[in-house]
């Protein structure tokens, strides 16, 4: 393996391994007003959301690597205490990279890029309409992590208003990822559309106890076809397959021909991946455990 020990390399070398390995990250689309009123509008990746109650954000402004000089959000809410945080979704992504073009201060990215400015209700900086998703917060608290090019500021937020489309909702008023359509950001310009065959489901109940790697059969554990996800879908189960139920699938037709081939514990790992695959774990497990059998 590749072994960097920083400040080894160039910080901006080292900045792409980071962004790439840490990836895909959600995008900020923030908006701030300096004190003259001028809105400022920029997108950043280093952002996550860290508490529900009370709700926080955090985005990160570093200072650029190649000057060691802050960016116009950072010194708007510094001066301000106000943030609105804009999501980013496929129908916006590239106005939102205009956006991060560094215009000068007094230069409204809102109009550079396309934007409609919409007022807030709490806070002073502008909503950007376009986004189905804006968050108006007040600045809790701003924490600088070096002094350096490529240090950061990390920006804690707290939302007060939070503002959703209806129209990206589910039937149950839930946010549905496919009509959201978000964007994240990888290492260099490469981004990912969190929508379509990107999404997958992996529901694991956290307070029901799953058999674990451990008790899965050692012919099962080691197959050469099962792969780390198909395990641990078996690993999860509450306990292993009934024995009689295991027994009675040597009646099935297809399980007899998988049974007679040149190689049947290959061929029954094959058949319960499928079934893995189409989230039918029940079948999959007493086919997985049939081949022990074998």
């Not at 510094?78 to 979704?89: C, F, R, S």
């Not at 909702?169 to 969190?194: N, Q, S, T, W």
Request: net charge negative.
């Amino acid at each position: 393996m590749l072994t960097i020990i920083p400040g080894t390399i160039p910080t901006a070398d080292f900045h792409q391994f980071l962004v790439g390995a840490v990836a895909p990250r959600p995008i900020a689309f923030v908006s701030t007003l300096d004190e003259a009123g001028t809105p400022n509008l920029a997108p950043y990746s280093f952002f996550n959301c860290f508490s529900s109650n009370p709700p926080i954000v955090v985005f990160s402004s570093n200072r650029r690597v190649t000057t060691n000089t802050t960016k116009d959000t950072l010194h708007n809410v510094l001066e301000t205490k106000e943030v609105v945080i804009n999501v980013v979704t496929y129908n916006i992504v590239r106005q939102a990279a205009v956006a991060s073009i560094e215009y000068p201060k007094e230069v409204s990215e809102f109009a550079k890029a396309g934007f409609t400015a919409l007022a807030s209700e709490v806070v002073k900086p502008f909503r950007v309409a376009e986004s189905p998703i804006q968050m108006e917060c007040k600045v809790n608290q701003i924490i600088p992590l070096g002094e350096r090019g490529g240090a950061g500021h990390l920006v804690i937020c707290e939302v007060m208003r939070m503002h959703i489309d209806e129209a990206i909702l589910d039937e149950r008023g839930r946010i549905d990822p496919h009509k959201l359509d978000l964007m994240g950001r990888m290492g260099r310009a490469f981004y990912v559309r969190a929508s379509g065959e990107a999404i997958h489901t992996v529901f694991q109940p956290q307070n029901v106890l799953g058999i674990g790697f451990d008790q899965l059969p050692p012919s099962i554990r080691h197959s050469k076809i099962l792969t780390g996800n198909d395990l641990a879908q078996l690993a999860a189960l509450v306990e292993p397959p009934d024995a009689e139920a295991v027994a009675a699938l040597r009646q099935d037709a297809y399980v007899q021909s998988l049974l007679e081939s040149e190689e049947p514990v290959i061929a029954l790992h094959r058949y319960a991946q499928k079934e893995l695959a189409k989230e039918n774990v029940a079948l999959a497990a007493k086919i997985a455990w049939l081949s022990t059998a074998v």
